[in-house]
């Protein structure tokens, strides 16, 4: 027997035929289940259940796995079922790392528990579709799929993973061979036509503050979904004005805030305390927002030690002669196609107290600098380069203490050039490492 094989880090359209012998078991099983439509007295789709029906999870339930939610999460996953048995569209503003995901996921568990087994449509960003997809595979049982990709892999998902069709291959109407859908926000407006024939029991929308402007065509592609229960996640909800948050208030209840004006003109800039106290007491059935410091006992208090780093020599030359716009000093040892930009004499400074290296030319005059100042030696580019930048010097002191304690380190620049300058001193350090950036795909991203 033969089986058609999804591999976990390839589209759909790179799946291939592989023998019975040679497929996980479990994988096989997990086929199985799913593999023909529930009875036809499960088709009937189940009411939302009353507000009087909701109860109170006072302990957290155990997950797959063995995993339980936090005390602030258990009271996060409570406030989203109350807010569904009461008809209630509404926003998880959770500070970042306190577990929106989680609480997500578990949520639509209840759902499903409760006997509605979806369907249940999450809408992300791309780089964090692989997440969502692995945590429901680590908290739940519930069977999630991820709608994305080229044409031919989303047909082969809509032909294999969407619908069972009966003996005659028609599909079945009304009824799903998946309980949850995660995709991307570009996908809801290419695919519009076809998700919005699906009558979706909750929908969760992740990064939520991608809605705050009102005409995008992002939102008017969510508005044409068929959707009983809307969820925006955001750490942060309010960003720069008070229309951006209208933005979001007008997509969960387009009924209640329909007008614009009438919003700015009661709550303006938010300049008066009173003002702050009005919009508080409207969000506050709406909107559940919990900082670390608040709710995670257990971590430490962040502590920021700011080390001031003095410019080498080299950056000292650089920096004067970018302010004094000292061409001739640039342009030494190098064709004038390669001189630095200094339209813009802030960035390039910028560009010096990180390191020198990132000034157009600069690298190849600092190396041959620094050869003819030194013996001829295979470290002559690697002390040439840590020589060059204050900052490079002192982290050339401190990760070898690091590394010796046992400690992982994180590095972030603004900058690709320097994660690049960054990755070539690891490499001959021969420091093992990371790399993640905009240019790392996401199933690289995942296995990092």
């Not at 078991?25 to 799913?34: A, G, N, S, V």
């Not at 619908?163 to 996908?187: A, C, H, L, P, S």
């Not at 020198?356 to 380069?385: C, R, V, W």
């Not at 002192?394 to 994660?419: A, E, N």
Request: aromatic share 10%; net charge negative.
């Amino acid at each position: 027997r033969h089986y058609l094989v999804k591999w976990r880090a390839l589209t759909y359209e790179e799946s291939t035929w592989e023998l019975e012998d040679d497929v996980d078991q479990d994988k096989i099983e997990l086929f199985l289940r799913f593999k023909d439509p529930p009875p036809k007295d499960k088709w009937k789709t189940k009411k939302r259940p009353r507000p009087a029906e909701w109860n109170q999870l006072d302990d957290s339930p155990v997950y797959k796995g063995g995993n339980t939610l936090r005390e602030y999460q258990l009271e996060g996953v409570n406030w989203l079922t109350f807010c569904w048995y009461n008809s209630q569209n509404c926003i998880l503003a959770d500070e970042m790392g306190l577990g929106k995901t989680i609480q997500s996921i578990t949520f639509l568990n209840e759902i499903d528990k409760y006997g509605i087994p979806g369907p249940f449509l999450v809408i992300a960003p791309l780089s964090t579709i692989g997440n969502w997809q692995s945590e429901f595979e680590t908290w739940t049982d519930l069977k999630a799929i991820t709608y994305h990709g080229s044409s031919p892999s989303r047909n082969m998902i809509l032909e294999y993973e969407m619908y069972w069709k009966n003996e005659e291959g028609e599909r079945i109407q009304d009824v799903y061979k998946f309980q949850v859908m995660i995709t991307t926000f570009e996908i809801i407006l290419t695919d519009c036509m076809e998700l919005k024939a699906i009558p979706w029991r909750c929908v969760i929308i992740d990064e939520a503050h991608r809605l705050k402007n009102r005409n995008c065509k992002l939102l008017e592609g969510l508005r044409m979904l068929n959707t009983e229960h809307r969820v925006l996640l955001t750490g942060t909800p309010l960003q720069n004005n008070v229309e951006e948050l209208f933005s979001l208030l007008n997509f969960l209840e387009p009924n209640r805030f329909a007008s614009t004006e009438a919003f700015l003109e009661e709550f303006g800039n938010l300049k008066t305390e009173s003002q702050v106290a009005k919009l508080k007491a409207l969000l506050k059935p709406m909107m559940l927002r919990r900082l670390k410091e608040d709710v995670e006992k257990s971590l430490a208090p962040k502590e920021e030690t700011v080390v001031e780093v003095e410019l080498t020599n080299i950056q000292k030359k650089y920096y004067r002669a970018i302010l004094e716009r000292n061409f001739t000093f640039l342009t030494k040892g190098n064709c004038y196609s390669n001189i630095p930009n200094l339209m813009n004499t802030m960035m390039e400074l910028r560009k010096c107290c990180i390191h020198p290296f990132l000034i157009n030319g600069a690298e190849e005059q600092i190396i041959n600098d620094y050869k003819t100042q030194h013996e001829e030696s295979l470290e002559g580019h690697l002390n040439a380069m840590i020589q060059a930048s204050g900052k490079l010097v002192l982290m050339d002191k401190l990760l070898p203490r690091l590394r010796t304690d046992g400690h992982r380190v994180l590095v972030f620049s603004q900058m690709v050039r320097c994660l690049d300058i960054l990755e070539d001193y690891l490499v001959q350090k021969r420091y093992p490492y990371e790399r993640l950036d905009g240019r790392v795909r996401g199933n690289l991203r995942q296995a990092a």
